[in-house]
């Protein structure tokens, strides 16, 4: 089993539609959650952190549920500009630093 | 502003020859990373490293290794390449400390292909 799983998508959505994208972690003592963002040939880009009590920035809100193991990221009114790969993450203790494990990804269409 | 710096975008390779990834960061940070990245896979840790001259396995570190004499910089060794070793190479870099809100830097990969 994948220490992250997401399903790789692709999620093809109108422009305007919301989209949500959830990521499972079998680790219970991961420490940190993180949402990334990648575009096509290029390097991953941290889009948020994810905490306990939600958090949300701008069209973007991550929630986290570390009794399920569960974190998810919900895009309201979607942009063009948000097609992209989305990269859950999240951070294990290791042999003196922490870890960042990535899921494989999500893949995100916004069509016209 | 900040940067990991890498140091082929692309690099092509033969079977058997030793290939090395050179990783260059501005930003002091203690730990530094390396990943490949797979269709299907996505990133997979290959090794990592939280101070001069110490080094870590990470989940795939068959056929590399690695040298850090250096904070700034983080290289990836391929002792002898082959072609199941053809793929994106990503270094990344972290501050020490608890990452709660600590975000990975990435440069911005080398493509490797070996032929």
């Known amino acids: 089993r994948k220490e992250v799983e997401q399903d790789p998508g692709p999620f093809n959505v109108p422009e305007g539609a919301t989209v949500a994208f959830n990521c499972t972690y079998s680790n219970s003592a991961s420490q940190s959650f993180f949402w990334y963002r990648q575009d096509c040939r290029k390097e991953p880009k941290l889009l948020m952190s994810v905490y306990s009590s939600g958090n949300e920035d701008g069209r973007f809100t991550a929630q986290l549920n570390r009794a399920s193991q569960y974190i998810s990221l919900l895009i309201r009114d979607s942009k063009l500009s948000d097609s992209a790969t989305y990269l859950c993450v999240v951070t294990e203790y290791a042999s003196g630093t922490y870890k960042y494990i990535f899921g494989t990804g999500t893949r995100l269409k916004v069509l016209a | 502003d900040v940067k990991v710096t890498q140091s082929s975008r692309y690099l092509v390779k033969r079977t058997g020859e030793k290939v090395f990834l050179e990783c260059v960061q501005d930003m002091d940070h203690e730990n530094m990373f390396w990943y490949r990245q797979d269709p299907g896979l996505g990133l997979r840790l290959i090794y990592f490293s939280y101070d001069v001259k110490m080094k870590e396995k990470g989940d795939i570190p068959e056929g590399y290794s690695v040298s850090r004499e250096k904070k700034e910089r983080f290289s990836l060794i391929l002792e002898s390449a082959s072609t199941n070793q053809t793929s994106m190479y990503l270094c990344?870099?972290?501050?020490?400390?608890?990452?709660?809100?600590?975000?990975?830097?990435f440069g911005q990969g080398t493509r490797l292909t070996v032929v």
């Open positions: 990344a870099s972290t501050p020490a400390g608890a990452p709660s809100n600590t975000e990975a830097f």
